[in-house]
């Protein structure tokens, strides 16, 4: 079945850029999604990139593909506390003629004021 | 206002007995997911269903019932034979699955805790 990798913990500084990374083993899929989630809530759909892409940018998230590599990142410029959450990496895999989302373990993000 | 709604947020049972989770949508999504997240595990498929009388076993549907009797409707059933029911459930529905491009909605969910 599909990987998803993901770092566990990242802790950054207020105003300072964070990197989230995630590796995946399977190349057949489209879109490629990262999501946020706050304490104790669901998931939200933060960004996305369509995987003939290298690059997406949105305000202060930056998303970079390679697909080559199975490798997509998420940058996060000028990060604030409100940032604070676990982002989760998650790629659609087939499955009995459909698509399932297989998600990383979630990378907990901690903003030091 | 669209979107998913589960229902109760928290809740509470003896070991022993069953408990069904509701999850609702009005987003006249076709897809409906369950999936259990436990600490430093990510999230993990129960149970989906691409449309209305069909579902599929997703990776842990040991100890799990669903069913999908309405399109706006994927009720949970924890039954007794869970070893390990105690987590926070999630919800998620996406306008379809079979293309790949498939954006899912999740509820806020619901944390089930088994004494």
């Known amino acids: 079945g599909e990987d998803v990798e993901q770092s566990l913990f990242l802790s950054v500084r207020e105003g300072d850029s964070s990197v989230i990374n995630c590796t995946y083993t399977?190349?057949?899929?489209?879109?490629l999604y990262w999501y946020k989630q706050e304490p104790g809530a669901g998931l939200q759909l933060l960004t996305y990139i369509f995987s003939n892409m290298d690059m997406k940018q949105d305000q202060r998230l930056t998303v970079l593909l390679n697909k080559k590599d199975k490798h997509l990142s998420l940058r996060i410029a000028d990060t604030q506390t409100g940032d604070s959450a676990i982002y989760f990496c998650a790629v659609p895999q087939p499955r009995a003629g459909s698509y399932q989302l297989t998600f990383g373990k979630g990378t907990k993000l901690s903003v030091i004021p | 206002d669209g979107g998913i709604t589960q229902s109760p947020k928290y809740l509470f049972r003896k070991e022993g007995q069953n408990v069904t989770l509701s999850c609702e949508q009005n987003?006249?999504?076709?897809?409906m997911y369950w999936y259990r997240q436990d600490p430093g595990q990510g999230l993990r498929l129960i149970y989906y269903?691409?449309?209305?009388?069909?579902?599929q076993k997703g990776d842990i549907a040991e100890g799990y019932s669903v069913s999908r009797e309405k399109k706006e409707s994927f009720p949970l059933t924890v039954t007794s034979a869970q070893k390990n029911p105690t987590a926070f459930y999630l919800c998620?529905?996406?306008?379809?699955?079979?293309?790949?491009?498939?954006?899912?909605?999740f509820g806020p969910g619901t944390r089930l805790t088994v004494t």
């Open positions: 998620a529905s996406s306008i379809d699955t079979t293309t790949g491009n498939d954006e899912q909605y």
């Open positions: 269903s691409q449309i209305v009388n069909d579902f």
């Open positions: 399977d190349s057949s899929s489209t879109y």
């Open positions: 987003l006249n999504h076709d897809a």
